[in-house]
């Protein structure tokens, strides 16, 4: 097993930004068949500077039928956080890891207690995309007390003063959301996307990473062309699901590296 310490995510992104590179994370559903934490590993080794770790819920809110799909698939085959964290602690990957999940998950484990299991797995950041701003607090403390980066989103339609106050409590780096709606495949790039992009570029120096519905290389350079890097899942995801393995999954990832490495 690697150290609790894990890699911290906003300083691993900051070196990534200052060599000239665009930020590239990828997404893996926990649990998602046998070979998920291989996956992971070739996702790494295909170019991701940070793998986005999806602890799986019933009822995931803010994803569309991809990421939901893999996450019952997920479930039915009996993944759970203990389980999933289990695995991740035993990869050694060189690379910050963030979880993504909802806030059930987060309760009725308590704060500290699934902080606390976050870093004992290596995992330094964290995503909770049910839980808004005005009820964060408590979460944000206990997150960051144990060595977690509480990761915030911004959506297109959030007003100038609700943004800055985002960008200033969120750690790691701030997850700015291409489009309103659910996670997914789209034909399409937003052009809020790119809005929202410089709106916060404006208001923070830490690491903007976007995401939501971006579907291979064209839309990651069109995405990362105001920010400061792309998150790919469901478009990952897709390919697990129908089959692809660790091979096909990291070509996938290459192509995207190498695309953005054109910038």
Excluded at 198 to 212: E, H, N, Q, Y
Excluded at 226 to 238: F, K, P
Aim: proline residues 6%.
């Amino acid at each position: 097993m690697r150290p609790i310490s894990g890699v911290e995510v906003e300083p691993h992104l900051r070196a990534v930004r200052a060599a000239g590179r665009k930020i590239l994370v990828t997404y893996m559903t926990g649990g998602l068949g046998p070979d998920w934490v291989e996956m992971l590993e070739t996702m790494v080794d295909a170019g991701a500077d940070l793998v986005e770790i999806g602890i799986p819920y019933s009822d995931p809110v803010m994803d569309g039928p991809t990421i939901q799909e893999a996450s019952i698939r997920a479930l039915d085959r009996g993944a759970n956080p203990a389980s999933i964290l289990d695995a991740i602690g035993r990869v050694p990957v060189a690379v910050p890891l963030v979880a993504m999940t909802y806030y059930n998950v987060v309760f009725r484990a308590g704060h500290e207690r699934f902080a606390h299991l976050l870093t004992g797995a290596g995992v330094r950041g964290a995503i909770i995309p049910d839980l808004p701003l005005e009820e964060s607090a408590g979460w944000e403390a206990d997150a960051l007390a144990a060595g977690v980066a509480p990761v915030m989103l911004a959506a297109p339609v959030t007003p100038d003063d609700r943004l800055a106050r985002i960008c200033a409590r969120s750690h790691g780096f701030v997850y700015g959301v291409n489009v309103m709606g659910v996670t997914g495949e789209r034909a399409s790039l937003a052009g809020s996307a790119r809005v929202l992009a410089k709106r916060l570029k404006a208001v923070t120096d830490k690491p903007v990473v976007m995401g939501f519905g971006i579907s291979g290389p064209d839309q990651a350079v069109a995405a990362a062309a105001e920010s400061d890097g792309v998150v790919v899942a469901s478009a990952l995801m897709r390919l697990v699901l129908d089959g692809a393995g660790p091979d096909a999954v990291g070509a996938a990832v290459a192509a995207i590296r190498r695309a953005l490495d054109t910038l």
